[in-house]
């Protein structure tokens, strides 16, 4: 599975309640033999946090001017990091959260 097959989805929790929009995807693992693993999802709620928040966000430039800050931080609070294995996509991908043993991408 492609980290873009996953960008732009529409992603539900367990009780059917939308939360957003894939627009970056956590990885952890290591190189052979264990494989790279998406482990949890960035989520926004909103179409201008998937701009401002990652792109001007406090966590990117702490020493920037505090507007500029204060800001990012209240146009990016929809931006919500969430475990992969507990939400689903629409539409689904195949082998979604933690892929199929037999896929070797």
Request: glycine share 12%; charged share 25%; hydrophobic share 40%.
């Amino acid at each position: 599975m492609r980290a873009g097959e996953l960008l732009g989805r529409t992603v539900y929790d367990r009780h059917g309640r939308r939360l957003g929009r894939v627009v970056d995807v956590v990885v952890r693992g290591g190189w052979p033999p264990d494989r790279l693993r998406i482990t949890d999802l960035i989520v926004a709620g909103h179409w201008w946090a998937r701009v401002t928040s990652r792109l001007i966000g406090p966590e990117l430039h702490p020493a920037g001017p505090w507007l500029l800050r204060a800001v990012a931080r209240l146009l990016g609070r929809s931006t919500h990091q969430v475990p992969a294995d507990t939400v689903r996509l629409h539409p689904p991908v195949a082998g979604f959260p933690f892929g199929s043993p037999t896929d070797r991408r």
